[in-house]
């Protein structure tokens, strides 16, 4: 397989300091631009910011974090994970990620989604009830707004477009993915526009997710397409040892999941089921650099991935760590997941 390239996701969860104390949302959005310098200085291949309209997340601006974050980075690509375009405009969508090309010197990528969280839709006016019909009304116009050409195209959600031309050009085009949690029709799709397939495995092995793989390959031959990437998105966290990384780690995936689950009437989230999560038949990528670059080769041929994006953000884990587990996702994940994949 080609190389497989190593991203790394975050949602700007809101975190504390070492007093306890939650961080203020600008200081978590200012951590988070760190981050991402970091990142490209220890040689990763994407960083991700997600799109959420909650109090849990910092950052409902994706695209003003990422020019941050690209004038102070050189070579690391920049994107969404996601960008949540049924309750957006394809064409303001476009016009943004085609601006962060254009400051990046064309290291922006979009990755596009329904949204796993419902709040952007009374925000911004839309009904749930039109859940599906927004999201492929709006993929369908992002799909000719792509070409960068002129575009008439009619709707049921959107007041119509004819011979628009959208601004600013890129150089080269922005790279398109679309987020998928596991449903067969989202599968088709991606692969029926001509979209990268992200998958987010966030439960269970990840070999569950291989006729999904399959089903996308499928498709694109149908559709007359070319071979296009597969990604997993996944959440992670990496230490020094298993046993650190857990204890590091569990607070903040507890949290998260408890306020999760009390809305979507999950059980509490407990000890037994994180050490299963972090074992083989789980998706999270929680351990030491060898544990976790094991954990990740294994996906990687499994599935036939190009691209492997950790979500290396969880709860509270405080930013510390954040930046210790990226130091070590660089340069020791990088390198042994290299050496395993090349055997």
Not at 179 to 198: D, F, H, K, Q, T
Not at 288 to 310: C, H, N, W, Y
């Amino acid at each position: 397989m080609n190389e497989l390239e190593l991203g790394l996701d975050t949602f700007g969860d809101v975190t504390r300091n070492a007093d306890g104390e939650l961080l203020s949302d600008a200081q978590t959005i200012r951590d988070v631009v760190d981050q991402a310098v970091l990142a490209d200085e220890v040689g990763l291949a994407f960083f991700g910011v997600g799109e959420h309209h909650r109090p849990e997340f910092a950052i409902s601006s994706p695209e003003i974090v990422l020019a941050a974050a690209a004038a102070r980075t050189k070579n690391i690509h920049l994107g969404t994970a996601v960008t949540v375009l049924s309750s957006d405009d394809p064409v303001r969508v476009y016009e943004r990620f085609a601006t962060l090309a254009a400051i990046s010197h064309g290291r922006a990528e979009v990755i596009l989604g329904r949204g796993s969280f419902i709040e952007s839709f009374p925000l911004f006016g839309y009904e749930l009830s039109d859940y599906e019909t927004l999201f492929e009304e709006k993929l369908d116009l992002f799909s000719r707004l792509r070409l960068e050409k002129p575009v008439t195209w009619q709707g049921t959600l959107r007041a119509p477009l004819v011979k628009a031309d959208v601004f600013p050009k890129t150089e080269g085009g922005i790279p398109t993915w679309v987020g998928v949690g596991g449903s067969p029709e989202s599968v088709v799709r991606a692969a029926r526009y001509g979209y990268g397939l992200m998958l987010a495995i966030i439960g269970g092995p990840s070999h569950r997710f291989r006729p999904f793989v399959d089903l996308y390959h499928r498709s694109l031959d149908s559709f007359g397409e070319p071979q296009l990437p597969v990604g997993v998105h996944s959440p992670g966290h990496i230490a020094d040892t298993d046993q650190q990384a857990w204890e590091e780690a569990y607070e903040g995936f507890k949290a998260m999941n408890d306020t999760i689950g009390r809305e979507r009437g999950w059980p509490a989230y407990s000890r037994m089921r994180f050490q299963h999560d972090v074992g083989p038949e789980g998706a999270l990528y929680v351990g030491s650099p060898e544990t976790v670059a094991r954990k990740i080769a294994d996906t990687a041929r499994t599935l036939g991935l190009q691209r492997f994006d950790m979500k290396f953000s969880t709860g509270t884990l405080s930013h510390a760590h954040m930046m210790r587990s990226i130091e070590l996702y660089g340069t020791k994940v990088a390198p042994i997941v290299r050496d395993l994949l090349a055997k």
